[in-house]
RNA sequence: GCCGGGGUGGCCGAGCGGUCCAAGGCGACGGGCUCGAGACCCGUUACCCGAAAGGGUGCGUGGGUUCAAAUCCCACCCCCGGCGCCA
């Protein structure tokens, strides 16, 4: 049997209904698709066997003259004009029944909570936290709230929030000049935050690779066949840029051309996992963004980002899913940056993911836990998508997909603002943190411990 | 971008309108032989529908001609060589 998800169609249709339910999508999406994979397979087999008298027809002739070579030729060429027809109707259906497949979400799994953005819970703290006087309520409300407790160290003095620090404390961004020229959501980053965006990059790929993971870089725009088995329908319209005149799309993140390496191809599964670390630009519409944090460079139409994935077995995805997360946490951990993970509502799930955990470090001048990192399980929904068949060594055994995870290592402006409002002293002098120092040695005019203040800005 | 050559199953490679439901080889898998391994022998090794029998589809992709297309025509994509341009 194929897709887990069509074989939940066809065995167990509630199963897949509990799923849309529980994401709070419409549940007839998957009666559409069920009548019209019956219809298909109904449709298919009466073409089979009119195709099947044609071919006897038709190799019949090769033998035959005279009258009963003209007598055959009148057979065949009037099954033909009934095929014709039917094929018709055939391609049809087929269309649609792939629509219909193809919108369908992937399943929940059962330690997913049920509900809508709300229903979001961590479920593990990290770090002790500055948190502002004023924010101790909003901190509580977001840890103690949850049964959780967690240390804090209380200031009293409101750190500046990082788009201020970058434009106007710092003054080493320029997203009124980048405005201008190419729009909002882009940002111009001088000096020692280009350091620190270069360093990022480098410390995320020095750790994952020491793990045994493999470095990619990929390529950043994709055909259409190919983004569109990665990601859903949503995602496509709010983050994807098109190239004009051209198949090809910009890559969101380097998780697409990631997952894509393998397409049409089959994998043995003795040589899974296959753990791979891409580094690329990551370009994004944030098309259903509306006005949300226009300030700054937290959410921006272009980005750096480490970003990890695996290729693995069906049994194994599900630990997988547990180890990327951590690798996660290990990469904030050691920049210091005190974090939670929360478990994604199902309302919340894209469609490709059965679980999803994000990593949200807390902003202490915001006073908020905010998203960083986001990690996916996705099991076999793209590896269908983009035909990556599992083989099973033993016996040779096909029918099975690969299963897909993915998750942010560091994504370089957002862990940037991280760093510029929690490693802020009262003066604005903002401490570097000092596992990136290695990474910021060989360099002559890199900040080695600190990022100062400047009087105005450079370039 | 222009000119020429080419894209066939996991890989190599034959076929160039009907006997192709794609030869042959390699690899892989299953079995035999063996104390075991190798060699050797037999078999399996694309996808879809079907419980099965069986049938259908598949030769880069999409159209077209024909009763019939891997084979002929058109468009596009990709690879190789040459020329041009260029970080």
């Given at each position: 049997m194929p897709w887990s998800i069509l074989e939940l169609l066809r065995s167990n249709p509630d199963a897949l209904r509990e799923a849309l339910r529980r994401r709070q999508i419409d549940v007839s999406f998957v009666d559409e698709a069920l009548s019209l994979d019956v219809y298909w397979r109904k449709l298919q087999a009466e073409i089979n066997e009119l195709r099947h008298q044609h071919n006897v027809i038709s190799s019949s002739i090769a033998k035959a003259s005279g009258e009963e070579k003209a007598r055959l030729l009148e057979e065949a060429k009037g099954l033909r004009q009934r095929l014709v027809e039917a094929e018709k109707e055939l391609e049809d259906v087929e269309r649609r029944r792939l629509q219909a497949l193809w919108r369908l979400p992937n399943i929940v799994l059962d330690d997913v909570p049920v509900g809508g953005e709300e229903a979001t819970v961590p479920i593990r703290f990290w770090g002790r936290p500055k948190v502002y006087k004023e924010f101790v309520e909003s901190f509580r409300a977001q840890t103690d709230r949850y049964g959780f407790k967690v240390d804090y160290d209380l200031i009293d003095w409101k750190p500046v929030g990082h788009a201020d620090m970058l434009e106007n404390v710092l003054r080493l961004g320029d997203t009124v000049k980048a405005g201008e020229v190419a729009g909002s959501r882009f940002y111009y980053l001088f000096e020692d935050l280009v350091w620190l965006d270069l360093a990022l990059l480098l410390y995320a790929v020095d750790r994952l690779t020491a793990k045994g993971y493999q470095l990619v870089l990929p390529p950043y725009m994709l055909r259409y066949a190919v983004i569109n088995?990665?990601?859903?329908?949503?995602?496509?319209?709010?983050?994807?840029?098109?190239?004009?005149?051209?198949?090809?799309?910009?890559?969101?993140?380097?998780?697409?051309?990631?997952?894509?390496?393998?397409?049409?191809?089959?994998?043995?599964?003795?040589?899974?996992?296959?753990?791979?670390?891409?580094?690329?630009?990551?370009?994004?519409?944030?098309?259903?963004?509306?006005?949300?944090?226009?300030?700054?460079?937290f959410r921006v139409h272009q980005f750096h980002k480490i970003e990890q994935f695996i290729f693995s077995r069906p049994e194994d995805s599900k630990q997988l899913h547990e180890d990327i997360i951590s690798n996660a946490e290990e990469l904030f951990q050691g920049l210091g940056l005190p974090y939670r993970i929360v478990n994604i509502a199902s309302g919340d799930l894209?469609?490709?993911?059965?679980?999803?955990?994000?990593?949200?470090?807390?902003?202490?001048?915001?006073?908020?836990?905010?998203?960083?990192?986001?990690?996916?399980?996705?099991?076999?929904?793209?590896?269908?998508?983009?035909?990556?068949r599992l083989v099973r060594r033993k016996g040779m055994e096909r029918g099975e997909y690969v299963h897909t995870l993915n998750s942010t290592g560091i994504a370089s402006t957002r862990t940037i603002t991280a760093i510029l409002e929690n490693f802020q002293e009262p003066d604005g002098t903002v401490v570097i943190p000092k596992v990136l120092r290695k990474y910021l040695e060989p360099f002559e005019r890199a900040p080695k411990d600190f990022i100062r203040p400047r009087p105005k800005r450079p370039a």
């Open positions: 088995g990665v990601i859903d329908l949503s995602t496509f319209q709010d983050a994807i840029y098109k190239v004009e005149g051209e198949d090809l799309y910009l890559i969101a993140t380097a998780e697409h051309p990631l997952a894509a390496l393998y397409y049409n191809e089959e994998i043995y599964d003795d040589e899974l996992p296959k753990k791979l670390v891409g580094i690329s630009p990551a370009f994004r519409k944030e098309a259903g963004a509306a006005n949300k944090d226009l300030k700054g460079i894209g469609a490709c993911a059965v679980k999803k955990y994000d990593l949200e470090v807390w902003m202490p001048a915001q006073g908020k836990y905010r998203e960083m990192v986001s990690a996916s399980n996705c099991t076999d929904w793209q590896a269908y998508r983009l035909n990556i």
